[in-house]
Structures are given as structure tokens and as C-alpha cells.
């Protein structure tokens, strides 16, 4: 077979259309051309440019995958499922995943503990452990770092306080407060310990205006 024309393309300069044998038959990227040094009039067989083909799904999920987690930090999962979305095969998929992991552009544990320091500030560790599990990411991973970043105590209370913030300290308050706070994801032992006390200084601060 004979490369009879190179052209590049109008919406993408940095990809070019090939055609054998006077038919179009795939488009490459421009530095896969330029890294084969192909060119028209050359003869190539129908395997070897297969393979390029191939070689340049790969450069281009792996340039799309570099873009999508630029914008911010992503787990392994949602790489795959965005890649996956993009019409890559399951081989693409697996080779620019297994290069972002060695660059580090991609790192599970590392997602975890930023995800859990930054979220942990408004929510409590039940509703980030269901987060990072929508996310893909593994169950002992997920475990270990909710045990080692996650801390409840250290954000429950200021929770409470903004959802209690000019509000009457009632009954009904009480309760909503409750449910709110059983909705950022705090366990029902913090919740108690959290208003009871919040409520108890209320009282006590009221007494001290009579």
C-alpha cells in the first residue's frame, strides 16, 4: 500500500488525514507522522499503520486525561469513567492510566487525604466515606485514610453553630439541628455530646442575664 496523500486537518492542525492508495483510510496525529517520518509516495503495510493508529489513540486519551485533571484532582475511577465517556477502549484506558500513575499526576491515597482535609471542615467522615467510595476508590484504602485525616470533633461543633446562628434555642430547633447534622454525615454519639452542650451553654448564658 502506498501513503498517496498527507493532509492536514482543517479543524485540528496538530492532526493530519491519510490516505492509501488514493482513499482516506484514518487520521494521525501530526508528531506521529513526524516521529515515523511518514510521507506520501512511501510504502507501508496496513498493519504498520494500525499500529500508529493505535499508538496515537493512546497519545491523544492521555493528553485528554492530562486536560480533564488539570482542572483538579481526580481518582483513578473517574479518569477511567471520563476516558470510557470519550469512546476509548478498555487498552487505551489502561495505558494512560498506568502513565498518569507514574508521573503521580494520579494517586488514590493522596486523593483521599486532600479530600478528606478539605471536606472534613463541613461534613462529617460517614458522608465522606460514601464520597470517596462513589469515587472508585478502594474500600481499605478508604477505611485507613478516614482513620488517619478524618476528625469529626474538630469540625462538628463549628457546624452546629453556623446552622444554630440566630436562631431560638428550642425543641424544634433542637431537632433540626440533629437532622442536619446527621445529613453532613456526623455520627449520632457527636451529634448529642455536640448539642447538648451547645444548648446547656445557651441556658447557662441566659441565666446569667435574669
Known amino acids: 500500500m502506498q501513503i498517496t496523500k498527507i493532509e492536514i486537518q482543517?479543524?485540528?492542525k496538530q492532526r493530519v488525514n491519510i490516505y492509501l492508495d488514493n482513499e482516506f483510510y484514518c487520521g494521525l496525529s501530526l508528531e506521529t507522522i513526524m516521529?515515523?517520518?511518514?510521507?506520501?509516495g512511501q510504502e507501508v503495510t496496513e498493519e504498520r499503520i494500525k499500529y500508529l493508529l493505535t499508538q496515537t489513540e493512546k497519545e491523544n486519551a492521555l493528553s485528554k486525561a492530562v486536560n480533564y485533571i488539570s482542572k483538579s484532582q481526580k481518582s483513578k475511577k473517574q479518569v477511567q469513567d471520563y476516558l470510557f465517556?470519550?469512546?476509548y477502549d478498555e487498552e487505551t484506558i489502561n495505558y494512560a492510566l498506568v502513565k498518569l500513575e507514574e508521573y503521580h499526576f494520579v494517586d488514590d491515597e493522596l486523593f483521599a487525604k486532600n479530600y478528606i482535609k478539605y471536606k472534613n471542615k463541613s461534613?462529617?467522615?460517614k458522608k465522606i466515606k460514601l464520597e470517596l467510595k462513589q469515587k472508585g476508590l478502594e474500600d481499605s484504602l478508604v477505611k485507613n485514610a478516614i482513620e488517619e485525616y478524618a476528625?469529626?470533633?474538630n469540625s462538628i461543633e463549628e457546624v452546629a453553630q453556623k446552622y444554630l446562628k440566630n436562631k431560638e434555642r428550642d425543641?424544634?430547633?433542637?431537632?433540626?439541628a440533629y437532622r442536619h447534622?446527621?445529613?453532613r454525615g456526623y455520627n449520632y454519639e457527636d451529634i448529642n455530646t455536640t448539642l447538648n452542650k451547645l444548648f446547656l451553654e445557651s441556658e447557662e448564658d441566659n441565666e446569667s442575664w435574669d
Open 10 to 12: 482543517k479543524k485540528n
Open 35 to 40: 516521529k515515523n517520518h511518514l510521507k506520501e
Open 85 to 87: 465517556k470519550k469512546g
Open 123 to 125: 461534613n462529617g467522615s
Open 151 to 153: 476528625n469529626d470533633k
Open 171 to 176: 425543641i424544634k430547633t433542637k431537632q433540626k
Open 181 to 183: 447534622l446527621l445529613s
